[in-house]
């Protein structure tokens, strides 16, 4: 079957850094998506990556390894609004998004 | 300001009612979705458009129906056949059915007793 797996939970402080990892059992998608959902509100387009590699907006970077069937969201230098979920997604064929069960980032002072 | 609006935020019905939620758009984008989302969970994929007049299921569409009669809109019911229709709705559009990234309206919290 299709599936995306993230860790539900990640708790770090502030400045760290924190790794969201998004594993997938999926195939012919056309790339991978973050997105990032306060509590109650919408979610947010934060990166994509449709190639191989490393995609890079300001603390926020975002990898992708097709071979490996798996991706990973960084968050650098973490501040308390960064508390959130983060939800990675696949683009299937004509336009049906696939979101992975999110990751709850908990930063503390 | 360009942007996706869901109205009403909070819903309240009876069991065996019909309810729509209704979502506009005026970013003059060709594909809409609708999403559930339940507590602690990520988001499923209900019905999606890709232009208007046609639209698609998706994963979880049974006790659901769409309608596309304008491009800027996109409503959805949920009836009486939905099981358990409590949950956290969510309007999306993306700019074409290949496009990357999603624009999500503020949802609507639907709770049915």
């Known amino acids: 079957g299709q599936s995306l797996e993230q860790p539900s939970e990640v708790t770090a402080v502030e400045g760290a850094i924190v790794q969201i990892n998004c594993t997938y059992q999926t195939s012919g998608f056309y790339g991978l998506s973050w997105y990032q959902q306060h509590d109650g509100g919408a979610p947010t387009f934060l990166s994509y990556n449709a190639l191989d590699g490393l995609e890079e907006t300001g603390r926020f970077s975002s990898f992708l390894s097709r071979s490996d069937s798996y991706g990973y969201l960084l968050l650098q230098e973490l501040q308390m609004k960064d508390s959130a979920s983060y939800f990675c997604a696949v683009c299937h064929s004509w336009g049906k998004f696939q979101f992975g069960a999110g990751t709850q980032v908990v930063v503390t002072p | ?113």
């Open chain 2, 1 to 113: 300001d360009g942007g996706i609006t869901q109205s009403p935020k909070y819903l309240f019905r009876k069991e065996g009612q019909n309810v729509t939620l209704s979502c506009e758009q005026n970013l003059n984008h060709d594909a809409m979705y609708w999403y559930r989302q339940d507590p602690g969970q990520g988001l499923r994929l209900i019905y999606y458009s890709q232009i208007v007049n046609d639209f698609q299921k998706g994963d979880i569409a049974e006790g659901y129906s769409v309608s596309r009669e304008k491009k800027e809109s996109f409503p959805l019911t949920v009836t009486s056949a939905q099981k358990n229709p409590t949950a956290f709705y969510l309007c999306a559009s993306s700019d074409g059915p290949s496009s990357y990234e999603q624009y999500f309206g503020p949802g609507t919290r639907l709770t049915v007793t």
